[in-house]
């Protein structure tokens, strides 16, 4: 049984790692090896673990009655897959504008 406040840190560190690959854009991508590495891991893991934590919370809170940890874990898993989609955006228009 995984309980709302599981739920709250998982949602909080899913957003963290989606936030990672965002803050790249602004400040260059690591140039280290493992840096790289941990680069597309990120980016990886947040393609799909936020959207998915979103989709179980939401699920959650229709189905009996919305706790306010979950709720919370909905708002900020829901803010990773928003991070992500910025970045998705932001590295395609930032290759846009050279062509």
């Known amino acids: 049984m995984i309980t709302p406040f599981q739920t709250l ?3 909080v560190v ?8 965002l803050l790249t854009v602004q400040f ?6 493992f840096g790289d590495f941990l680069f597309l891991l990120c980016g990886t893991v947040s393609v799909f673990a936020p959207a ?3 989709a179980a ?3 959650d809170i229709i189905r009996r009655r919305a706790d306010a940890r979950v709720v919370a874990a909905f708002v900020i ?3 990773g897959v928003a991070a992500i989609a910025a970045f998705i955006y932001l ?8 062509v």
């Open 9 to 11: 840190v998982a949602s």
């Open 14 to 21: 899913l957003f963290c790692v989606a936030l990672w690959p």
């Open 28 to 33: 260059g991508r690591p140039t280290s090896w």
């Open 52 to 54: 998915a934590l979103c």
């Open 57 to 59: 919370t939401f699920i």
């Open 77 to 79: 898993s829901l803010a």
């Open 91 to 98: 590295a395609i228009h930032q290759y846009d504008h050279v």
